[in-house]
């Protein structure tokens, strides 16, 4: 099994054209471009940048005009999303806790439906500052927000290749301290590694 696995993996591969053939992921970028860049741009600058990576090659340089194809940009949400869950919750706490204090309130038990009511007013507190946060966050677009990584797509196999090649000391960290100013980006360290299937 040890030698058949990989062995299939293999076959599929060479048997399939998927994105990841064309595709490199770049898993830590600068979140934001330096000050006087527009951070609308990002895409274009990481296009250009692996432009000029590939002109300047150490083996075979490329000339060709269009290397990039496209590039996909995951963007960071600061927390949105984990917080729609938390609201999500909050909320179903939220009703069962009604459902408590008006049981509470049918049998007599004026301790416990005190008590209900007590949380009752803190998760509308809880709910009513994720409302806040989350009205910020609608009113960004994905152009302002920060970036996490990115997924560059080459107009050739070949070109993907000769980007991994580029940056293939850049997977270790002592040195990718040591990285050369033509591979970084925005003055940034980074590590461009093949993208998933």
């Known amino acids: 099994a040890h030698a058949w696995i990989p062995r299939m993996v293999r076959e599929t591969d060479d048997a399939n054209i998927t994105a990841a053939d064309y595709t490199v992921w770049i898993p830590s970028l600068p979140k934001y471009l330096e000050d006087g860049d527009d951070h609308t741009k990002y895409a274009e600058k990481i296009a250009g940048h692996f432009q000029k990576v590939l002109a300047m090659a150490t083996k075979n340089p490329v000339t060709d005009q269009a290397v990039v194809h496209g590039v996909t940009l995951v963007h960071g949400y600061d927390g949105a999303i984990m917080q729609f869950g938390a ?7 939220h009703d069962n806790t009604c459902l408590l204090y008006r049981k509470a309130q049918a049998v007599g038990n004026e301790k416990a439906a005190a008590t209900h009511l007590k949380r009752i007013s803190k998760l509308d507190g809880k709910i009513n500052n994720i409302e806040k946060s989350l009205r910020a966050q609608a009113r960004m677009t994905d152009e302002g927000r920060s970036v996490c990584s990115a997924f560059v797509t080459f107009s050739h196999e070949e070109y993907k290749d000769k980007a991994l090649e580029e940056y293939r000391f850049a997977q270790y960290f002592l040195l990718r301290l040591c990285q050369p100013e033509r591979l970084r980006f925005a003055g940034q360290r980074i590590n461009v ?5």
């Open 193 to 197: 590694v093949e993208a998933c299937e």
């Open 87 to 93: 609201k999500g919750r909050h909320l179903q706490d």
